[in-house]
């Protein structure tokens, strides 16, 4: 379901999802709202991605949203005015929720902004980033909390680890060749661009 979100006294213009025709949105899936999927995303069954109250939320080029993932936001607007603490600003821009390119979002996961996961980031199944900003080049294990705070790039978070400050953040161990899921991502973001194309396929 693709559909335009109702407008509130948090969001007062009614939106229409902006979908790059070579993204797949399932059947299943939701997408409402202020929300931009870029090229080659897929969007998997049951996931939720709601621009109806934090907004706008962006998708990037390449990245996959899988089963069950939401994507959601604090209010970022109050009777026409800005809510500045629930917004993350990248490249010039305002976002409630911004996930950059080749980011993988595994079955479950919650990404609740203010929040921005940057570019060949993987977020582990049932993980949850909110209030947070997660590198470049990290892995979030799954059974992740990550509640407040920056990640630097190329770091890890083992699975089942709670992070709710900045100094637990700037301690997580850094990404060597010697780590096991080091690239994991990239066959993440193979198969399902791959998926992407060949569901759009099908479907004409």
């Not at 899936?29 to 897929?42: D, E, F, H, P």
């Not at 603490?85 to 390119?101: E, H």
């Not at 996961?117 to 997660?134: E, N």
């Not at 850094?174 to 791959?194: A, G, L, Q, W």
């Amino acid at each position: 379901m693709i559909e335009k979100n109702v407008p509130a006294d948090f969001c007062a213009r009614a939106s229409e999802p902006v979908v790059d025709p070579s993204a797949y949105v399932h059947p299943l899936a939701s997408v409402i709202g202020n929300v931009r999927l870029g090229r080659n995303v897929m969007v998997a069954p049951m996931v939720s991605i709601r621009g109806d109250e934090g907004q706008p939320l962006h998708i990037g080029d390449d990245s996959n949203v899988q089963d069950g993932v939401v994507i959601h936001a604090l209010e970022t607007e109050e009777h026409g005015e800005p809510v500045e603490r629930n917004l993350v600003k990248m490249k010039g821009r305002k976002y409630a929720v911004y996930v950059g390119r080749r980011v993988s979002l595994a079955h479950q996961a919650q990404v609740h902004g203010p929040a921005a996961v940057l570019d060949d980031t993987f977020v582990g199944m049932k993980s949850l980033v909110f209030r947070s900003f997660v590198g470049k080049g990290c892995v979030i294990e799954p059974g992740v909390f990550l509640i407040g705070v920056r990640v630097p790039d190329h770091r890890y978070v083992p699975a089942g680890s709670v992070v709710k400050t900045q100094e637990q953040a700037e301690s997580l161990p850094k990404i060597s060749d010697e780590y096991p899921f080091k690239d994991m991502n990239e066959r993440v973001i193979h198969v399902n661009t791959s998926l992407a194309r060949g569901y759009r396929l099908a479907k004409r």
